[in-house]
Each structure stands twice: as structure tokens, then as C-alpha cells.
T-cell receptor, first 110, second 117 residues
Framework: GNSVTQMEGPVTLSEEAFLTINCTYT??????LFWYVQYPGEGLQLLLK?????DKGSNKGFEATYRKETTSFHLEKGSVQVSDSAVYFC?????????FGKGTMLLVSP | DADVTQTPRNRITKTGKRIMLECSQT?????MYWYRQDPGLGLRLIYY???????NKGEISDGYSVSRQAQAKFSLSLESAIPNQTALYFC????????????????FGPGTRLTVL
């Protein structure tokens, strides 16, 4: 079946540092890939997505590239802010539903 | 007003009690989902519904039931709550534009924190 593996957190960074959160997946076929973000006390919201190999999703300075050859969809941001502190979930969409990773907490200090 | 609302936002109950969590949406979406979130386990799908007459089990449906009362309403019930059902529960919606294999965004409610003592 489908599965998503994310790096464990928390990831702690200083403001303006470079961020990478690794995500790899196992799936049959060609799933769409997503990153969702959950701010404290809130539900999840879509951050970015990619629907086919070599697509790059981007939003709010975050980006991720769909790498079919390495089955990866790593999230990156060049300069994080305190307001980016949240839990980030990688997910894939197979036939009809989403499969989520376990989430990675990001803590950014001033 | 929020597009996806969940009630209650917090609930503490005792083992053996029947609990209903409600979800309403004003987005006009036909697809609705229930997830539970546990620390270190991410989100896991409990049930989903692609229209009013369609109900499907997800990854962890045992101990839960659902009712799709209308396109805009999807309720989750715990017939006899147990402590390991203590979790954060999320409702989500999506549309189906483009057909069965669409990759449309899911929109999440704010969550219900359920504690079973």
C-alpha cells in the first residue's frame, strides 16, 4: 500500500536559516504529492503540491520538487521566519484519498 | 465565517459513553472526510464520503461510525468510547471537479479535541 516517510522532528532553526524537511514515499502508479502545514491550534492547510514527476510546487517561499527516481518530495525554504513555526505534513494522493506522513515540527527562534 | 466547522471543539467524556462529533461545511463540496491525529502518528483516515449516498471505511474505522445527513453535514460517532480514542479529530472536505482521479485540495476544519477518561 501507499506510505509516506518524513524526517522526525523537532527541527530547530534560527531565523533566516535554510530549511530542508525530507519526505520519501512508496506508492503504486503516479501519485500526486502535497505538503500541508498545521499552525498551533489550527487545522491543516495546503502549502504546496505537485502532480507529476519533475513538477516543482512553491508557495510562501517554500518549494518542493517531485523526484520520481528517488521517490522524494523534500520541502525547502531559503530563509525561515519565526512565523514558519508549525508542523509540516507530507502527503500523497493515490486512488481517491490522502496518505499522510507523521509530521515534522519546525521551531524557529529569533 | 469558517468554511468547515466542527462541534464541539473540546469534549471530555467517560469510557462507555456514546459521543457524536459534527462537521458542517459551506464550501459546496461533495466529498467529506474524518481523520484522527495522534502525536507521532500523523493523520489517519477513519471514514470518507464522496456524496450523500456513499460511505467508505478508511484505515482505522473500527469503533467508529458515520452519518452523511446532507451534502454539507458529516457526523462521526463513537458508540462506546474507550481511552485509546483520545485524540484530535479533523473533518475535511474537497470537491470532485475533474472526475474521480482529481487531486483537489482538502480543506480542514479546526479540529475537535476528544478526551476519554
Amino acid at each position: 500500500g501507499n506510505s509516506v516517510t518524513q524526517m522526525e522532528g523537532p527541527v530547530t532553526l534560527s531565523e533566516e536559516a535554510f530549511l530542508t524537511i525530507n519526505c520519501t514515499y512508496t506508492a503504486t502508479g503516479y501519485p500526486s504529492l502535497f505538503w500541508y502545514v498545521q499552525y498551533p491550534g489550527e487545522g491543516l492547510q495546503l502549502l504546496l503540491k505537485a502532480t507529476k514527476a519533475d513538477d516543482k510546487g512553491s508557495n510562501k517561499g517554500f518549494e518542493a520538487t517531485y523526484r520520481k527516481e528517488t521517490t522524494s518530495f523534500h520541502l525547502e525554504k531559503g530563509s525561515v521566519q519565526v512565523s514558519d513555526s508549525a508542523v509540516y505534513f507530507c502527503a500523497l494522493r493515490g486512488y481517491s484519498t490522502l496518505t499522510f506522513g507523521k509530521g515534522t515540527m519546525l521551531l524557529v527562534s529569533p | 465565517d469558517a468554511d468547515v466547522t466542527q462541534t464541539p471543539r473540546n469534549r471530555i467524556t467517560k469510557t462507555g459513553k456514546r459521543i457524536m462529533l459534527e462537521c458542517s461545511q459551506t464550501k459546496g463540496h461533495d466529498r467529506m472526510y474524518w481523520y484522527r491525529q495522534d502525536p507521532g502518528l500523523g493523520l489517519r483516515l477513519i471514514y470518507y464520503s464522496f456524496d450523500v449516498k456513499d460511505i467508505n471505511k478508511g484505515e482505522i474505522s473500527d469503533g467508529y461510525s458515520v452519518s452523511r445527513q446532507a451534502q454539507a453535514k458529516f457526523s462521526l460517532s463513537l458508540e462506546s468510547a474507550i481511552p485509546n480514542q483520545t485524540a484530535l479529530y479533523f473533518c475535511a472536505t474537497s470537491d470532485s471537479l475533474g472526475g474521480q482521479y482529481t487531486n483537489n485540495e482538502q480543506f480542514f476544519g479546526p479540529g475537535t479535541r476528544l478526551t476519554v477518561l
